[in-house]
């Protein structure tokens, strides 16, 4: 069992940075890789980033490429989601997940922290 929480949003202005932490319990983190996807109000959770057990290996959305960067740090069994150049759209509740499958949709992850919210004002 994995227990995830996510922490680092807040209200940032557009062209801003922020950098959300997922805090995982369990030992088992190290062997399992992470993700974050986001929820804006009205619309479906989606994937923004996921990063392999080892750290070395990432993937983005194409909404996000070039201006997030994910990274973990498994002696502090924590991932990361940094964001810079914030846009208004990237408004959204974050949250991080453990990734169970190859999947990078909500079905192939589990153990959902409770989210952090990032608002982007214009």
């Known amino acids: 069992q994995v227990q995830l929480v996510e922490s680092g949003g807040g209200l940032v202005q557009a062209g801003g940075s922020l950098r959300l932490s997922c805090a995982a319990s369990g030992r088992a983190f190290s062997s399992y890789g992470m993700g974050w996807f986001r929820q804006a109000p009205g619309k479906e959770r989606e994937f923004v980033a996921t990063?392999?057990?080892?750290?070395?290996?990432?993937l983005y959305a194409d909404s996000v490429k070039g201006r997030f960067t994910i990274s973990r740090d498994n002696a502090k069994h924590t991932v990361y989601l940094q964001m810079n150049s914030l846009k208004p759209e990237d408004t959204a509740v974050y949250y991080c997940?453990?990734?169970?499958?190859?999947?990078?949709?909500?079905?192939?992850?589990?153990?959902w922290g409770q989210g952090t919210q990032v608002t982007v004002s214009s």
């Open positions: 990063i392999s057990w080892s750290g070395s290996n990432t």
């Open positions: 997940a453990v990734r169970i499958s190859r999947v990078d949709t909500t079905t192939g992850y589990a153990y």
